[in-house]
């Protein structure tokens, strides 16, 4: 069995000390390969390569840096077959949602070339005759991105690309739940010219890269995708040690559903975005808030079409709903699921492991009623397939409730009201509102949380910006 590697300082290279893991599909339970799993020695070995490289890849052209990213895009397109095939093995989801991914990283990569020409910094005018005021963007220099295994390719894309455009090097750590996708970004990227140590890649044991990331000085900022839980030990290092961080952490999105809209259609929808991915998405719409006069009708629709949602292999032709991504995983959601049931919530479809599976971590999705502001569904991120029910009266108290928990990154609503819809986005305290749509994110669209959710912003012109410093150059006695 072929084991997968490291890529530092343009090669690829056995971890420091040698160990190795189990990659396991999360369908079959089946071991996909071996990877090389390294520690925090293999992190600072990447971080001296990337510190190296960023000394002339910083001085290169955003044209010269564009036309490389470029050729990494188009790389992802055309081998796009056999790397979606890739990551339905490592990570479960249906293929459709894997090829769409991966498309969303090329277009990452097509659109940070073209952004990272456009950081132009500012001429600002001055109240005295003999001065001249203007602030100039630099790139901030090695960034290390940590980055979780829900969306394999899209999450390092995305921070990858922008600190690539900016001129920074890159020491990334991807989840080992799911390294293939990235051994396929780091193929493109050096197929496509990057030139050796600008892109190094540690498959490593998690707390000791970090704690490496945060105690060496060269590492200017540390890029985060994962959850609530460790974006605080990073800022809790990164209080002692000055690291910037950008942070893109959990979420518990609340749908705000009002009684002027077609139940049925919106119920038929609910029941495809609430599954994407398995649930495993930190946008992913969580808390229905239904309004009363139509709860009872949503409740019904909203059954049928979860109880019609097709599970099993991500191969498999017609699967909507894959494996979660590891036993863990999946426990914590049965866990979260008994707890429920504990609190005398119903469990209106799903919930249990699918009767025609007897391997992988699958859970046939479920539908929960019967729950209030203090049930466990409505205070955790459930990362699962479970969508639970909750009723409200009027926008006041759907406001309320909607912004009832720490988290602050998406937020949805349903309305065909105007009024209603002007006033539920601007009272909703989240930093990505969808009204009447399911994807409020894109490659051009800033993301990025409240409260506990995170801090910075990823994708857009503002994700470029997460890896620059603005410098002020002040000249005088003109
Ligand atoms: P999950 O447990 O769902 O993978 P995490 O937030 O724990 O979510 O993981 C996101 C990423 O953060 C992964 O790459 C993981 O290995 C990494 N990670 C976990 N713990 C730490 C830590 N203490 N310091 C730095 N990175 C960590």
């Known amino acids: 069995m072929s084991v997968n590697k490291q890529f530092i300082n343009g090669v690829w290279v056995d971890a420091v000390d040698g160990h190795e893991i189990s990659l396991v599909n999360p369908a079959t339970e089946e071991v996909l390969s071996r990877i090389s ?16 490289a960023f000394k002339t890849w910083s001085k290169t052209t955003p044209y ?9 895009a188009n790389y992802l397109r055309e081998n796009l077959d056999k790397i979606a095939h890739d990551m339905v093995l490592e990570s479960g989801k249906p293929l459709l949602e894997a ?13 940070y070339a073209e952004e990272g020409k456009r950081a132009y910094g500012k001429v600002i005018p ?32 995305r921070a990858w690309a922008a600190a690539l455009a900016a001129g920074c ?37 998690a707390s000791p890269v970090g704690d490496a990331m945060l105690h060496d000085k060269r590492v200017k900022k540390i890029s985060f995708t994962g959850s609530t839980r460790v974006g605080k030990i990073l800022m809790d290092g990164a209080s002692r040690t000055h690291t910037k961080l950008s942070l893109e952490l959990g979420g518990n999105a609340p749908v705000v559903i009002f009684d002027d809209v077609d139940v049925d259609e919106v119920a038929k929808a ?46 498999e032709e017609g699967v909507n709903v894959g494996p979660l991504i590891t036993g863990k995983q999946r426990d914590s959601v049965f866990d979260l699921l008994e707890k429920t049931r504990i609190e005398k919530a119903e469990v209106l479809t799903g919930g249990h492991r699918p009767h025609h599976l007897d391997k992988g971590y699958f859970i046939q999705p479920a539908v929960v009623a019967n729950l209030n502001q203090s049930s466990t569904l409505a205070r955790h991120e459930i990362f699962g397939p479970v969508l639970p029910l909750f009723r409200f009266d009027d926008l006041e108290d759907a406001l309320h409730k909607a912004n009832d928990t720490e988290y602050g990154l998406a937020a949805y609503a349903f309305t065909n009201n105007l009024k209603t819809a002007i006033k539920v986005s601007e009272g909703l305290e989240f930093g ?3 009204i009447n749509e399911w994807a409020p994110h ?13 801090q910075g912003h990823e994708s857009g012109s503002e994700g470029l910006y997460e890896y620059m410093e603005k410098k002020l150059i002040s000249i005088g006695g003109i």
């Open 99 to 111: 090829r769409g991914e991966w498309t969303v990283a090329a277009n990452l990569f097509e659109w």
């Open 126 to 157: 001055t109240n005295r005759v003999d001065k001249r005021s203007s602030v100039i963007l630099q790139p901030m220099g090695v960034i290390g991105v940590i980055t979780a295994w829900n969306f394999p390719a899209y999450n390092p894309a």
């Open 442 to 454: 894109g490659t051009e669209l800033p993301f990025g949380g409240w409260k506990y959710s995170g």
């Open 64 to 72: 010269y840096r564009a036309e490389i990213l470029k050729k990494a």
């Open 270 to 315: 609910a029941a495809i975005a609430r599954f994407r991915n398995n649930g495993q998405v930190c946008v992913a719409p969580q808390r229905f808030y239904i309004h009363k006069n139509i709860y009872d009708q949503f409740a019904e629709s909203v059954k049928k079409y979860v109880s019609l949602l097709k599970v099993g292999s991500g191969f």
């Open 169 to 205: 090097t890159v020491v990334a750590k991807p989840s080992e739940d799911t390294p293939l996708s990235a051994y396929h970004l780091v193929n493109a990227l050096s197929a496509a010219g990057l030139p050796p140590g600008v892109l190094n890649l540690v498959i490593a044991e």
């Open 37 to 52: 799993f390294g520690n925090g020695k293999d992190a600072i070995l990447a971080i001296d390569a990337a510190d190296a």
């Open 432 to 434: 990505i509102v969808g």
